[in-house]
């Protein structure tokens, strides 16, 4: 599932440069500039996807608060605008001021395509989310911007997921599943032990692979879930701080938007409210 979706992103990145690339290539010769071929668009388009990939790992180095961040932004759109120029003007000598109209108005059809575009993805492929809380630290940490796959339906104990809270389905959580349908939980002695069909006796819940050895599972010794054939149980990695199943119950399937993709460290940019410094 994975790397489907690793493949769609290489998909959905290439097509884009070819057509970025298109839309530069028309507006050129739309403005008659010299030799407007295909070949030296691409090439342009190229070399603006890489400053701007490297400016923005910059601005998600240095800018931890609001305002130097709206700064960096600012800073990288008149950065790009010069890029852009230098790079017209020595493929198709063309001048200043033709450049900044044709830098607006390829602007607003790639955003124009991009809405059209995203609509879709955003609806059945993937999902950005921002992490708010320390409760699946360290896996996930606050600010941390990560992606789901809306089309995953195959979760497997241990799996991250993103979910509507069953008190407040405007909220969204993010947990780690435990139990699966079908299961039975018991909390006993600081261990989750798990009954099902494989393990009719009962099994010590194995979390090793996600958790540290020193973090146990304190609260609701004695408790019972029997999970039904459509819910979920669901942990913070912080058992101390996390809001989980432990408080607010399973969690039914219909109630999971998307399963945990991957963590886009660029823009993670643990970004600070100066009024509470």
Do not use: C
Not at 110 to 120: D, G, H, K, Q
Not at 145 to 160: C, N, P, Q, S, V
């Amino acid at each position: 599932m994975e790397m489907i979706a690793f493949l769609i992103v290489i998909g959905i990145t290439i097509v884009s440069l070819f057509i970025e690339a298109w839309v530069l290539h028309v507006l050129l010769k739309i403005f008659r500039t010299k030799s407007p071929d295909y070949k030296n668009a691409f090439i342009v388009i190229i070399i603006l996807w890489v400053v701007a990939v490297i400016i923005g790992y910059m601005i998600s180095l240095l800018a931890n608060t609001m305002s130097l961040m709206l700064y960096g932004n600012i800073a990288a759109i008149i950065l790009v605008l010069v890029v852009f120029h230098l790079l017209l003007k020595k493929f198709f000598q063309t001048g200043f001021l033709k450049n900044i109209v044709i830098y607006i108005l390829f602007s607003f059809i790639l955003t124009v395509l991009a809405v059209v575009a995203i609509m879709p993805l955003r609806t059945y492929v993937i999902e950005p989310f921002y992490a708010q809380g320390a409760s699946m630290e360290p896996a996930i940490e606050d600010n941390d911007y990560l992606l789901g796959l809306k089309f995953a339906k195959d979760f497997e104990r241990g799996d991250i997921v993103m979910f509507k809270y069953t008190n407040d389905e405007n909220q969204i959580m993010i947990k780690g599943i435990v139990g699966l349908p079908g299961d039975r939980l018991m909390f006993k002695e600081n261990e989750v032990l798990v009954y099902n069909k494989d393990f009719p006796n009962g099994v010590k819940l194995n979390e090793n692979d996600y958790l540290s050895s020193d973090i146990v599972t304190t609260t609701l010794n004695g408790s019972d879930f029997t999970l039904s054939e459509t819910q979920y149980f669901v942990l913070g990695d912080d058992r101390e701080k996390s809001l989980d199943s432990r408080r607010f119950g399973p969690i039914d399937e219909e109630l999971i938007i998307a399963k945990y993709w991957l963590t886009l460290p660029i823009f993670n940019n643990q970004i600070t409210n100066e009024n509470n410094n």
